[in-house]
């Protein structure tokens, strides 16, 4: 579900004002509400498309796409979700999270051989700065939305913005710009996301400053809350980090 969206959870009810708001008649909300309650990311793609045919004019349509762009991506569907998060941007060019999808995806996914390399970092990084101004300016959708979520929320964006140039930093083996980005992130956030942390002792290995890179994994290690999926990532991290120190 799309950040805007997660911002009024668990209150339904806001998310069905929302689409009230927005909508031009019952039926349109009633197609968009089965969107938000499809059980599957199939389900919840099928229902996106069946809302976009229907209301292809529909002030929804950009949200409705970007649903189905993360649903796409949670398939690990990468071209079906940069296609539905790009029709979202082309319907609502002030989209955050469908800009920052496309970013991500695209830094994530993009190999050092590939022929097209540089213009899809070169989107990538556009669509990244693009998400930071949009979030920065970006309005209420709906009053109901409490003041501190809807900043926290914009914050987050930007956050993730900056993430996402960090990985596009990466690629392009600037490690020094993407130490930067690393950090500005987390600066910016208003969670602390563990991914974020290990990443950045990467780039600091790539950057041959081991003793930062253990510093920050030392930090990871420590959160009491580490999901168990992440922490042999920070252990294989910091091993590479001592590995480097040794070598010094």
Known sequence: MTRRLLILAPAFLAVAALAAAQAKSKKEVDAYNQI?????????????????????DSKLKSQA???????????NDVPSALTYAQNAVDADPKNFDAML???????RTTREHDLDRDEKLAKATKYAN??????NSATKPIAAIPDDKWEAA???????????????AVDQKKFDVAITEF??????GTTVDPTT????????????????????????????????????????EKARATALKNKK
């Open 197 to 236: 942390y290990i990443r950045l002792a990467g780039a600091y290995d790539d950057a041959g400053k081991p003793d930062d890179a253990i510093a920050t994994l030392d930090k990871v290690l420590a959160m009491p809350n580490l999901s168990p999926q992440l922490k042999p990532f920070a252990e294989r």
């Open 36 to 56: 938000l309650q499809a059980r599957t990311p199939d389900e919840q793609i099928a229902a996106a498309d069946k809302f976009v045919e229907s209301f292809a």
């Open 101 to 107: 999808l496309i970013s991500g995806e695209l830094a």
């Open 65 to 75: 796409l970007f649903i189905a762009a993360n649903a796409a991506e949670r398939k």
């Open 183 to 188: 950090k500005t992130s987390i600066d910016t």
């Open 130 to 135: 693009d998400a930071i101004a949009a979030a």
């Open 154 to 168: 914009k914050k987050d964006a930007v956050a993730q913005a900056h993430n996402n140039l960090a990985m596009i």
